[in-house]
């Protein structure tokens, strides 16, 4: 009984999972997307929820009447029951074509990712293609911004200051080494450099081998300097020449694109 018991878990985790992906992930009610491209983002969507168990969720409104778009995220995302895990681990996207309005909201371990340079990262890319009218490009821009932040949380790790400017950081730690490492060889350089001038030939001279027996004075030649009398000075001078973070568990942005 128990071994039947144990065979029936993965089917019932099976099912369970079928119900929690029942609801649909892309939701294009202005009919802005292809129906390939709407399976697409589908696709990728599973690919990304499967692997890092985050929500991911596109919805793609003409109107949403006086509703802040914020609010009409959260609301759409509860009442919908979007969300994975205990804590409802997911972000929401929304689109409004009719004012031009949009809106990022995260739930869950997604408040924790979903900082401020992962959210202007977020915004940048997706934006880019919504002023371009590229809507596809955006939800796609979307969903790969959102595995590369899954994938650093898996490490332990985030999208912050350190890894959006991770190269810069690098080369100029490079930099700096090279500058010190040169100077470090220029200064043992300079202390295996023991030869001394002499000003003097004493130091080459067998004491008492060289004498002189005639001394005299010949004149050689003379210098005149000549220096003009100052009669007058002159002198002359010189000119010198919606962040938020509000409701009950949801984090987000929203504006206009």
């Known amino acids: 009984?128990?071994?039947?018991?144990?065979?029936?878990?993965?089917?019932?985790?099976?099912?369970?999972?079928?119900?929690?992906?029942?609801?649909?992930?892309?939701?294009?009610?202005?009919?802005?997307?292809?129906?390939?491209?709407?399976?697409?983002?589908r696709r990728q969507i599973a690919s990304i929820s499967q692997a890092y168990n985050f929500d991911l969720i596109i919805v793609i409104e003409r109107d949403i009447g006086y509703t802040e778009p914020e609010n009409y995220a959260k609301e759409y995302f509860t009442r919908n029951g979007y969300g994975l895990g205990d804590d409802r681990d997911g972000c929401l996207f929304l689109q409004v074509t009719g004012n031009r309005d949009y809106s990022i909201i995260a739930s869950g371990r997604g408040r924790e990712i979903l900082n401020s340079y992962a959210f202007d990262k977020l915004e940048t890319d997706a934006l880019k293609f919504l002023h371009e009218n590229n809507y596809y490009g955006a939800y796609q821009a979307f969903l790969k911004d959102w595995e590369l932040f899954l994938s650093l949380d898996k490490n332990y790790r985030s999208y912050n200051f350190f890894y959006e400017w991770n190269y810069v950081l690098v080369t100029i730690s490079w930099v700096i080494a090279f500058i010190i490492g040169l100077i470090v060889v220029q200064v043992w350089k300079a202390g295996m450099n023991t030869a001394l001038p002499q000003k003097a030939a004493a130091a080459y001279i067998v004491p008492g081998s060289l004498a002189f027996r005639v001394k005299r004075d010949d004149f050689l030649y003379s210098t005149v300097t000549k220096t003009r009398r100052q009669t007058e000075s002159s002198s002359s001078g010189g000119r010198?020449?919606?962040?938020?973070?509000?409701?009950?568990?949801?984090?987000?942005?929203?504006?206009?694109?």
């Open 240 to 257: 010198g020449i919606h962040t938020g973070s509000s409701g009950g568990g949801f984090t987000g942005r929203s504006g206009k694109y």
């Open 1 to 41: 009984m128990k071994i039947k018991s144990l065979l029936f878990l993965p089917v019932l985790f099976a099912i369970l999972a079928g119900y929690a992906f029942a609801q649909e992930r892309v939701v294009d009610n202005a009919g802005l997307l292809s129906d390939s491209q709407k399976e697409d983002l």
